[in-house]
């Protein structure tokens, strides 16, 4: 159920990802924006919400996104330059 004052559309919606070795993991999405020609997704662990993904589409999958590209992305995101 969502937050008092959130719309349905806002609540973080449930997603099941696969690691690299095969297994299930649940996480929530919490905002899916493009920036500088890609798809990006901002993730959160359900089982442990202090890891906090963020992911960019590659192919036909997904791939974390660390580094430089992550500090990049991150700061466009914070200062509200994403589509």
Do not use: C, W
């Not at 696969?18 to 662990?45: C, K, P, S």
């Not at 999958?61 to 589509?83: H, M, P, Q, S, Y």
């Amino acid at each position: 159920m969502p937050a008092e004052g959130q719309s349905p559309e806002a609540a973080p919606q449930p997603i099941t990802l696969i690691d690299e070795t095969g297994r299930e993991r649940q996480f929530q999405l919490h905002d899916a924006f493009d920036h500088d020609g890609a798809a990006y997704y901002l993730v959160e662990n359900v089982d442990d919400p202090s890891q906090v993904l963020l992911l960019r589409e590659a192919g036909d999958g997904l791939e974390t996104v660390e580094g430089d590209e992550f500090k990049r992305v991150i700061a466009a995101l914070e200062e509200d330059k994403v589509e």
